[in-house]
């Protein structure tokens, strides 16, 4: 096996016990075990461990900052703010450094406690109790440098939240971190917690590092989190709950937003589900379909969901395997989600996010990692493996839009047969069945970029996706996108390839823009000799070479208003 597993579990130290997880503290307040028996306190001022070794001690206690702290900084789920102004500048280059490493704010997360308690917002109607026999996780997080306190953070709220009976294993895998703080200090701590830590021998991705956390897991369900989380209290039971009624059941927690700045949770209900759209495999946010909020009795029921964000969700272990894991042919980050939320529904599980469990994550604006091709390249490849193996006809959609050969995304024949040995439904099915509400393209003529045939370098673009944005031209990339173009059967034209946005001639300021396409789009004809009309004016889509602006005119022959719409590749 890849990596290594540090300690055995053979007995469990007596913090592990879990008797917390049950104990609700009033605010401000955690609870630890005395005795063995839990008891609330007003947590310590000093509780960010110092890295082992370390000759500058570690968070707000340290002995050189003697600065006056609120003790209870962040509890609750609270927020810290830090004013960058009034740092020293010693500080003020740690601060900026913390945010540069990790895309969030670690000196913040540094002064909060590692056990900080989160508020109990469960809804009333959800269970206190639980089935006795409820099957055991593995906890599987996977890091690819993570800060030391928002990692350790979300180590501890697993522990510190979760019963004891039901936490298996707590797996840490190490996606090749160059961080010196991941190395040593980390097998140190984690070492008197029994977390397990395996770690691979080059930058694997995200996906093919779960692989390797699943082939150490011995837990019966595994739980897969990301490394910037803390987990609510009574979190883990209603996932288990689910999974253990059906084992199809892939069950998401709510995904609660901690801030990036000052690490506030914002602790709201679920009002949304996780779909994706067929244009561009993007995953997004939508609210609950009136035809599962009317399947559902009560807001802490489960909700079935179309589809999952990918990072926080507990599936049986033999499920999991039985359905064929991930796609070890994606790289780094991205698309498995989408992969994954297909597979489970067209081969027979479900995907649930229950109301009653809550995890918060922090969600960063940027991606602080090292790419070794750029995001969007390794996003293409991956999508274009999901788009491949489980679209059907429907995978052009996508195509078209990105302009895709299928020499780029490697081999996917073992997810072919896959797909056919768990005689998995059609896509069709799934857009039917499990998200009808979705919206797709109509039928395009053609779909491609479209160049100027005056000057053939410019190609229109539609410079963004913003409502009423003039579109203009811009040098031709050639890879679809904003330089997307579809003529559909009914004469609307979409433009971008993420949105269903038709183009639109203002009235009154002759604008061409960009709007949600309806049946009041405008008409257009692409005409033989390459003109594009507008039905309604009669008028002719004209580049205006200095400018590199467009405009309606009338139509006549000169050069600048012939385009070559040209056809996407098509695998
Ligand atoms: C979301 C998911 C994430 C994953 C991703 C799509 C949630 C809350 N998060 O993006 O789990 O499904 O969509 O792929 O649903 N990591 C590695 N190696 C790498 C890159 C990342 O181990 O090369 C780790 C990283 O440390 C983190 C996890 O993978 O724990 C997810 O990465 P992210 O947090 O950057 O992704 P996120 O939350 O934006
Ligand atoms: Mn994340």
Redesign the pocket.
Known sequence: REGYVYSNITSWPKFWLGLCASHNCSTGKKCVLEDGQPQCEISECVDVPSLPNASIPYGHRGVNDTRAYDCDVGENGEGLVINKENLTKQERQKYDLGWKNNAYNEYASDRISVHRSLPDIRYDGCPRRFPKNLPDTSVI??????GWSVLLRTVHSVIDRSPRSLLKEIIL????SDMDHLKEPLEKYMRDYQVKIVRTKK?????R?RLLGNSVATGSVLT??????ECYPGWLEPLLTRVAINWSKVVCPV?NLIDEDTFKTNNLQATAYGVFSVTNLV?GWEAISQREQARRQNEWDPIRSPA?????FSMSKKYFEYLGTYDSGME??????IEMSIRVWTCGGSIEIHPCSHVG????SR???KWERSIYETLLKNKARVAEVWMDEYKHIYYERINYSSSDMGDVSDRVALRKKLRCKPFKWYLDNVHPEAQLPEHSIIAGDVASLYRDTLCLDSMGTKDGLEIGVAECHGTGNNQFWAITVKGHIYGSAEYYKCLTNEIGSGKLTLWPCDDHSDIWQYTEDKKIVNQGTGKCLTLVPATRKLIMNQCSDVGTQYWNWRRARKP
């Not at 997080?141 to 993570?146: D, L, M, R, S």
């Not at 897969?224 to 989380?229: G, K, N, T």
């Open positions: 997080i996977c890091f690819h440098n993570e895998v190490d996606d090749f930058r694997e991705g995200l996906i590092s897969f989190l990301d490394s910037h989380i995904i995953f999952m964000a990918g990072g926080l780094i980050w991205g698309g498995e989600n994550h922090i969600f960063r991606s602080p990692y």
